[in-house]
């Protein structure tokens, strides 16, 4: 049997979490570890374990996390700075092997590619 992912567990109200926003298909939690002055985590209640595990039946499911990033983005008043971040797998330094998407906010964001001396 696979082991539940702590995000799992707070979904299941097992472990406390502080809920910033919820729907029936995902929920968003401040991380406890942050990055940023704001820093979100958005969390589907289904449990993929990464965007690679990801099937076509999955889409409306990632565009609506992607919504709710907006969303929670325009009612805290980021619209104008956030980041949104996905590792995919141990070597993208995802830690937990449950799907969920980083908003990260207030807080200078360097610039990501070539300028950085990033491969192509």
């Known amino acids: 049997m696979a082991k539940t ?3 799992s567990q707070i ?3 097992d472990i406390p979490a502080k809920r ?14 942050p ?3 704001t820093h979100l985590l958005i969390i589907p209640r289904k449990p993929l374990v990464s965007v690679a595990d990801a099937q076509k039946d999955d889409a409306p499911l990632l565009g609506h ?18 980041r949104l971040v996905i590792n995919n797998g141990r070597g993208a330094g995802q830690t937990v ?11 200078k964001m360097r610039e990501a590619g070539l300028a950085q001396g990033l491969p192509e």
């Open 65 to 82: 996390l992607l919504w709710v990033a907006s969303e929670l983005a325009r009612k805290l008043g980021l619209e104008d700075g956030f």
């Open 35 to 37: 990055q940023a002055p």
């Open 11 to 13: 979904i299941a109200g």
């Open 97 to 107: 092997f449950h799907l969920h998407i980083h908003l990260l906010a207030q807080r």
């Open 20 to 33: 910033i926003f919820e729907d029936e298909q995902c929920i968003v939690i401040e991380d406890r570890s």
């Open 5 to 7: 992912s702590v995000f």
